[in-house]
């Protein structure tokens, strides 16, 4: 429980981007992350940066790291079946990235694997995926750009 606490937190400051000081290397088996996306390539820049800043915090894939990531490419239909293909992995962690399509299909195919979204265009407070921000409950946490206006 520890280690995934653990590995959840630098999770989520690799998101952000902030300036941590880098964790020492979890012990054992890899990592398992999983990331669902709606249409965003994985070699786009802003996938490029959140690996990158893995490597930054001693996460790197095929050491100690295990990165299962699929692409809905662009058809939502598609979602649900690609959530339960990653849930299946058993992954430690998912990361949900993008629209609310996406948190719904791992929400319900998640069980209780932790899930780390950022929310971009949905209120997840208002939707009912988290309690709050400060104290999210369940197995979703993350962050939310508060202006869902500016998403289109």
């Known amino acids: 429980m520890t280690n995934r606490r653990t590995f959840l937190n630098t999770l989520v400051g690799g998101l952000l981007a902030a300036p941590l000081a880098a964790e020492a290397q979890p012990a054992g088996r890899a990592v398992r992350v999983a990331a669902l996306s709606p249409g965003v390539l994985?070699?786009?820049i802003s996938w490029v940066l959140f690996e990158k800043r893995l490597r930054e915090l001693g996460y790197v894939a095929g050491q100690n790291l295990a990165f299962d990531y699929r692409n809905a490419e662009g058809r939502p239909e598609r979602l649900p079946a690609l959530a339960t293909e990653l849930v299946q992995r058993k992954?430690?962690?998912i990361f949900s990235g993008?629209?609310?399509?996406?948190?719904r299909a791992l929400q319900q195919a998640a069980g209780t694997i932790p899930i780390v979204m950022v929310a971009v265009d949905y209120d997840p407070i208002a939707r009912g995926y988290v309690a709050g921000l400060a104290?999210?409950?369940?197995?979703?946490t993350g962050v939310f750009l508060q202006q869902?206006?500016?998403?289109?």
């Open 98 to 103: 993008g629209s609310e399509p996406v948190i």
């Open 91 to 93: 992954p430690d962690v």
């Open 135 to 140: 104290r999210p409950g369940g197995n979703i």
């Open 42 to 44: 994985r070699s786009e």
């Open 148 to 152: 869902v206006e500016l998403s289109a």
